[in-house]
Each structure stands twice: as C-alpha cells, then as structure tokens.
C-alpha cells in the first residue's frame, strides 16, 4: 500500500493550511457548517449505539461507541468539508512556513469555529430534539450523562484533555495525508479518533453537539456550554498547533523553510 513520508506529510499540510485561509468566507461558512454537523452525526451514532447496549458489558459499550464516532472526521476529510480542529494543526505549519499571517490563521479559525457551531446546534436541535434522537429514555440519560462529564470538569482539566484529545485528531488528519487511497486514509483517521473518544478527551466541536443537545432537553444551560468550550477551544489549539504542527515542523519543514 502506497503512503507519503512525514517529510511528505509535512509539505502536504502546509499546503493545505495555505489553502484553507486562502478561501473565502462564503466557503467557510458552507464547508464548516458540515464540519459540525458531521461531527455531531458520528457523535449521535455514539450514543444511539451505547445507549442500546446491555449496561453488564460495562466499559466495552464505550469502546463500541468509540468505534462508531470516527465516522465524523471521516465524512470532513473524505467526503469534504473544514473543522476547526483540524485547521488548528494545518493553518499554523502555513504559518510557521511564513505562507501566511497571523491574521489569516485568525480569521480562518474563527469563521470556521463560527460555522463548525452552527453546524452541531442545527443537529442537535433538528435530530436530537425535534426528531427525538437524544430526548427518550436511555438516549436521553446517555446524552445528559456525558453533558454532565463534560461540563463538571474544571478548567484546567478540560484544558489539558482538550490537548490530549487534539493531539490525537490532529494524529488522525495527519496520517490520513499519508495515505493515498480511501481504505488507508480510513484506516488512518479511525484509531487516534477512536482512542481519543475511548479516554474520554475534551473536543470542542464534539461538546457543541452534546451539551446544546442536553440543553434543548432542559439539562443544561448556555452558561455551561460557555464554560467548556472555552478551555476545550483552549486545549485543541495547544494539542493540534504544538504537539504535532510544531513538533513536525521542526522535524520535517524547518530546515527547508530557512534555506530558502
């Protein structure tokens, strides 16, 4: 099977951070808007299939919910569209490049954030509540059960496990660059993506699905939304743009960048 080398990654992603801030705003908004809600459809199989399990199988529901919920990033990197998440390791390697400006990675991040938000709370209003989906009986408890985690850590908690959970996705997005067919960019994006669900990792447009969806139920308030997506935006940056854009870029790209 055919794969691209880091150093080959790393040109990759480059690129495609040069790409994203390179859009327009009206792309932004579209391909980010499906971004959120694909990650909230994968996130909405999550809990309909662990809400359906025996609860004597104990901690193995979690790990067949965290086999499911890889389909979100799947549908935003194969079929098409922008997560913030992503954009947080790609749009800084264009930056530490010098492709790009800081305002350009500014603005990038918050149209998409903006729209990968919008995309979550019309899946969780129109499938979760309005269709019921999240709102009956063990999908209700399920849903409100994992709100609660979320929004009952502490700041710096949900901070360092927005790096943890980043640190993985942007794994993910990275080795699906090295693949150069369906079956392997799948395979790619399916266990960080599954490994970061499975401990339980703070990812913000994750939590703008489920805690609007615990919300819409009378579960939660927008006050508590506020407080986790902060840090967890917080985290994800530090997880994506550090851990693996920096890291790698000293690694793979720096050298290039300075001889030029």
Known sequence: MAFNKPAEIADIAVNVG?????SPITKMLVLGFLGGAFIALGFLLDIRVMAAMPAEWGSFITLVGAAVFPLGLILVLLAGADLITGNMMTVPLALYAKK????????????VTIANLLGALFVAFAFGHYLGLTETGVFLDKTVAIADA??????????????????????AVWLSF?????????????FPVMAFVTLGFQHVVANMFVIPAAIFAGHATWADLGSNVVPAFLGNAVGGAIFVGAIYFVAYTKKKTATK
């Open 178 to 190: 090295g693949a150069h067919d369906f079956i392997g960019k799948i395979v790619g994006i399916w």
């Open 100 to 111: 790009i400006t800081f305002t350009q990675l500014l603005n990038n991040w918050f149209w």
């Open 150 to 171: 979320k929004i009952g850590d502490s700041f710096l908690h949900t901070f360092v496990s927005g790096i943890g959970c980043n640190w993985l996705v942007c794994l």
């Open 18 to 22: 040069v790409e994203k801030v390179a």
